[in-house]
């Protein structure tokens, strides 16, 4: 009890303080290992993030990676890891803001950037699936280490995503799968059309659940999903890599080209 107790007290005094607890780190067969950790938002809500890397990874550039509406970071997990396998440093979170009655894709957006902020990033791609989609894009558009956003079956919410990408000064890139209820009719194709650097590609036969990995099926039942495609899910995967890389770049230059500081969205942190 005692040591449970000045556990508590320690991790209570680190939210508090802005940093991180103490990690727990995974070790597997693909080298990459998984360190937990939590920050406080700026509103005082604990954000539980996972970090995926290979030791002795470069961490110039850091992956920030959003879950869907009702979902959590275990959804994104098959991705970061995949990210993490092939050199890129990921992060997943929880969103604070994701529940029925409380969602802020706003808030969120700037959640994912206080992430970065404590992780201490350089440089940052931000990266969601569905609601996540539209958070990562919100944190492109309003953070300067941002190299870009690549949106996963974006689905846009009262027309925060085309706002956001008519002022976006970064390229965007939507991996897009076939129009259906839950993702909107494909509503994240408007928003990518509002931006002047944006690129989309469709992954035919893909349904809005291919894009999570793991999927369950809680997400199966309210999309009306046949069984995932693991030939689909694994083209999402390549893609989402093609996607990362061609904003990392290689060349420095290439990285400056689109950094100009963002135009505030309207959203005081």
Same mark, same amino acid.
């Given at each position: 009890?005692?040591?449970?107790?000045?556990?508590?007290?320690?991790?209570?005094?680190?939210?508090?303080?802005?940093?991180?607890?103490?990690?727990?780190?995974?070790?597997?067969?693909?080298?990459?290992?998984?360190?937990?950790?939590?920050?406080?938002?700026?509103?005082?809500?604990?954000?539980?993030?996972?970090?995926?890397?290979?030791?002795?990874?470069? *961490?110039?550039?850091?992956?920030?990676? @959003?879950? @869907?509406?009702?979902?959590?970071?275990?959804?994104?997990?098959?991705?970061?890891?995949?990210?993490?396998?092939?050199?890129?440093?990921?992060?997943?979170?929880?969103?604070?803001?994701?529940?029925?009655?409380?969602?802020?894709?706003?808030?969120?957006?700037?959640?994912?950037?206080?992430?970065?902020?404590?992780?201490?990033?350089?440089?940052?791609?931000?990266?969601?699936?569905?609601?996540?989609?539209?958070?990562?894009?919100?944190?492109?558009?309003?953070?300067?280490?941002? %190299?870009?956003?690549?949106?996963?079956?974006?689905?846009?919410? *009262?027309?925060?995503?085309?706002?956001?990408?008519?002022?976006?000064?970064?390229?965007?890139?939507? %991996?897009?799968?076939?129009?259906?209820?839950?993702?909107?009719?494909?509503?994240?194709?408007?928003?990518?059309?509002?931006?002047?650097?944006?690129?989309? *590609?469709?992954?035919?036969?893909?349904?809005?659940?291919?894009?999570?990995?793991?999927?369950?099926?809680?997400?199966?039942? %309210?999309?009306?999903?046949?069984?995932?495609?693991?030939?689909?899910?694994?083209?999402?995967?390549?893609?989402?890599?093609?996607?990362?890389?061609?904003?990392?770049?290689?060349?420095?230059?290439?990285?400056?080209?689109?950094?100009?500081?963002?135009?505030?969205? @309207?959203?005081?942190?």
């Amino acid at each position: 009890m005692v040591c449970q107790s000045k556990f508590t007290a320690v991790l209570v005094a680190c939210l508090v303080a802005g940093c991180a607890p103490l990690p727990t780190r995974l070790d597997s067969s693909d080298g990459v290992r998984v360190d937990r950790g939590a920050l406080l938002s700026r509103t005082g809500c604990v954000l539980d993030y996972s970090r995926y890397r290979r030791p002795g990874t470069p *961490e110039a550039v850091i992956v920030i990676l @959003g879950h @869907g509406f009702l979902r959590t970071q275990r959804q994104m997990s098959g991705l970061a890891r995949a990210l993490a396998a092939s050199g890129l440093s990921t992060v997943t979170m929880d969103f604070c803001r994701t529940g029925p009655w409380r969602t802020s894709h706003v808030r969120n957006g700037f959640d994912m950037i206080r992430v970065a902020d404590g992780l201490h990033a350089r440089r940052v791609v931000y990266v969601g699936f569905s609601a996540g989609g539209l958070a990562a894009l919100i944190a492109a558009r309003n953070d300067a280490r941002a %190299l870009g956003a690549v949106t996963l079956d974006l689905v846009d919410a *009262e027309g925060i995503g085309r706002r956001a990408a008519a002022g976006l000064e970064r390229p965007l890139i939507g %991996l897009v799968g076939d129009p259906s209820a839950c993702n909107a009719r494909s509503n994240g194709l408007a928003v990518l059309a509002a931006s002047r650097q944006a690129r989309s *590609e469709h992954i035919p036969g893909a349904t809005h659940c291919d894009f999570e990995s793991p999927t369950d099926q809680l997400c199966q039942l %309210l999309c009306g999903s046949a069984r995932p495609s693991r030939d689909a899910s694994g083209r999402i995967v390549r893609a989402a890599l093609a996607a990362i890389r061609s904003l990392v770049g290689d060349e420095p230059s290439d990285r400056a080209r689109f950094s100009p500081p963002p135009r505030p969205l @309207g959203y005081r942190q």
